[in-house]
């Protein structure tokens, strides 16, 4: 049996003392430094900062990427750092949907069945997966487009791609590493519509790194890195852009 995601009552993500360091000695990295935070099911939080404050890192250690230095991490109540790879990928798939920097689609697979892909290795009918890829394709501007391949697809449209992959089959956490850097205003507003509506009909939860302002605004919660560490951790009224988001163009 697969695991009912999201039912434990514990919070959806919960770190301790997280540590990430790459390297040793002197030249030693120190990615992530001890954070310590508790997101709780149905949040829909932006995670910001510098380039190199260490966001990647963080969503990767949540998901069971990379292992920590120090400290431990949960994913609803399951220690992530105590599971064996089989675990692990076991989470992923039932529990949480990835959108990665790099959008890591299958080049040998269309549009469509790159976006079908963990839903078919979850077991859902083939019916039912192209009928829900479709209805998101239609909704994020990605129509008709569903039998070309991705290198038949703008930055763009893979963009877009890797996002319907990562909410359809409403994962109960989703993890997004800058979702809308590639994407245009419209498309990028398109695509938090379909994020919101997940977050607020079916309770996902969804953690975001981004410089967007237009992410931040629709957040509820901003955690602000700087050189790994927490600098701010708000909540804030949709629509709002605290000042102390700002950062230049390129950060
Ligand atoms: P962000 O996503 O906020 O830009 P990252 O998590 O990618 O930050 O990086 C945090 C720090 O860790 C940076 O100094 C980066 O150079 C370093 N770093 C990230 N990944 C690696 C890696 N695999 N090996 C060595 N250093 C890394
Ligand atoms: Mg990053």
């Known amino acids: 049996m697969l695991d009912r995601p999201g039912t434990s009552g514990e919070p959806s993500v919960r770190t301790e003392d997280l540590c990430k360091t790459y390297g040793r000695g002197e030249t030693a990295v120190h990615a992530v430094q001890r954070i310590s935070v508790a997101i709780e099911r149905g949040?829909?939080?932006?995670?910001?900062?510098?380039?190199?404050?260490?966001k990647t890192t963080l969503v990767n250690l949540v998901g069971g990427l990379t292992d920590p230095t120090e400290g431990r991490v949960w994913v609803d109540g399951k220690e992530v750092g105590g599971m064996s790879e089989r675990q692990?990928?076991?989470?992923?798939l039932n529990h949480i949907g990835f959108v990665f920097q790099a959008y890591n689609l299958l080049p040998v697979l269309t549009a469509l069945e790159n976006?079908?892909?963990?839903?078919?290795l979850r077991g859902v009918e083939r019916e039912t997966r192209r009928e829900q890829v479709l209805e998101l394709f239609e909704e994020i501007?990605?129509?008709?487009?569903?039998?070309?391949?991705?290198?038949?697809?703008s930055g763009g449209q893979q963009q877009r791609v890797a996002v319907a992959r990562a909410v359809l089959g409403a994962p109960a956490l989703?993890?997004?590493d800058e979702p809308t850097a590639n994407l245009d205003t419209v498309a990028s507003d398109a695509l938090l519509d379909v994020m919101e509506l997940l977050n607020r009909e079916r309770g996902?939860?969804?953690?975001?790194?981004?410089?967007d302002p237009r992410v931040m605004r629709r957040a509820r919660r901003i955690i602000r890195l700087v050189d790994g560490h927490v600098e701010r951790d708000a909540e804030k009224e949709t629509g709002d852009l605290p000042s102390w988001v700002v950062e230049p163009v390129n950060s």
């Open 88 to 92: 692990r990928a076991r989470l992923r």
């Open 174 to 176: 989703v993890l997004a």
């Open 204 to 211: 996902v939860t969804f953690i975001f790194c981004t410089h």
């Open 115 to 120: 976006a079908e892909f963990p839903m078919m």
């Open 43 to 54: 949040e829909f939080v932006a995670l910001c900062g510098p380039s190199g404050s260490g």
């Open 141 to 153: 501007g990605l129509e008709g487009l569903h039998d070309r391949r991705p290198g038949a697809l």
